[in-house]
Nanobody
């Protein structure tokens, strides 16, 4: 069973940047696609970005395309989310995810993601 621990969240002004990290243990996540999701208060958890095992193929939600970059370091079993030009509507708890686990979310063409971290809060002030 995999354990995912997110870090790097915080409070930032609109237009600022943050980099989130997701450290994995218990399973070599280099064998699996990884993804970031987010959930704002009162809203459903939504897909943000995904990355294939080799890191060469990525996919983004339209709302973050051109502003966010997902990357991975398989040697460190870590996935990152670089967030630039942040907007107040990016405020949410951000979750790292990989294969397996209950209550998965399906990303078309990428499969199900159901193993979640505890999340890290990102707050963007206007």
């Amino acid at each position: 069973q995999v354990q995912l621990v997110e870090s790097g969240g915080g409070l930032v002004q609109a237009g600022g940047s943050l980099t989130l990290s997701c450290a994995a243990s218990g399973r070599f996540v280099s064998n699996y696609a990884m993804a970031w999701f987010r959930q704002a208060p009162g809203k459903e958890r939504e897909f943000v970005a995904a990355i294939r095992t080799n890191g060469l193929s990525t996919y983004y939600a339209d709302s973050v395309k051109g502003r966010f970059t997902i990357s991975r370091d398989n040697a460190k079993n870590t996935v990152y989310l670089q967030m630039n030009s942040l907007k107040p509507e990016d405020t949410a708890v951000y979750y790292c995810a990989t294969r397996g686990g209950p209550a998965p979310r399906t990303v078309p063409g990428w499969g199900d993601f159901g193993s979640w971290g505890q999340g890290t809060q990102v707050t963007v002030s206007s």
